[in-house]
C-alpha cells in the first residue's frame, strides 16, 4: 500500500518564493522517477518538473530559472522551490511517482499566488 503525501502549498504574493514537498512511503521497491504537476481552473493539468533516480531534471519552460526540483533519495522525498512566483502559477500541484511498471499520484496541495 503506497501513500503519496504532498506538503507546503499555501497563499503567496506574486514575487515571492513556496517549497513543495512530496513524501512516498509504504513501497517495496525502488523509485524510478518523481515529479510535479499542475492542474489551474480551467486548464489541462500539465507537468512542471520531473527528477529522475539517476538525476536527470526536466521543466516546463513556463517555470524554467524560476523553481528547481531535488530529490533526497533517503527519505523518498521529492521537493520543488519556487521562487520569483507569478499570479499565472496559481493551481493546485500533484506529485507522481514512477516505480517499475506503475505511478501514484498524491492529492495535490494548492498554490495561490495573488496580492
Known amino acids: 500500500q503506497v501513500q503519496v503525501v504532498e506538503s507546503g502549498g499555501g497563499l503567496v504574493q506574486p514575487g515571492g518564493s513556496l517549497r513543495l514537498s512530496c513524501a512516498a512511503s509504504?513501497?517495496?521497491?525502488?523509485?524510478?522517477?518523481m515529479g510535479w504537476y499542475r492542474q489551474a481552473p480551467g486548464k489541462e493539468r500539465e507537468l512542471v518538473a520531473s527528477?529522475?533516480?539517476?538525476?536527470?531534471?526536466a521543466y516546463a519552460d513556463s517555470v524554467k530559472g524560476r523553481f528547481t526540483i531535488s530529490s533526497e533519495n533517503a527519505k523518498n522525498t521529492v521537493n520543488l522551490q519556487m521562487n520569483n512566483l507569478k499570479p499565472e502559477d496559481t493551481a493546485v500541484y500533484y506529485c507522481?511517482?514512477?516505480?517499475?511498471?506503475?505511478?501514484?499520484w498524491g492529492k495535490g496541495t494548492l498554490v495561490t499566488i495573488s496580492s
Open positions: 509504504g513501497s517495496h521497491f525502488s523509485i524510478y522517477a
Open positions: 527528477i529522475s533516480s539517476g538525476s536527470n531534471t
Open positions: 507522481r511517482v514512477w516505480f517499475s511498471g506503475v505511478s501514484y
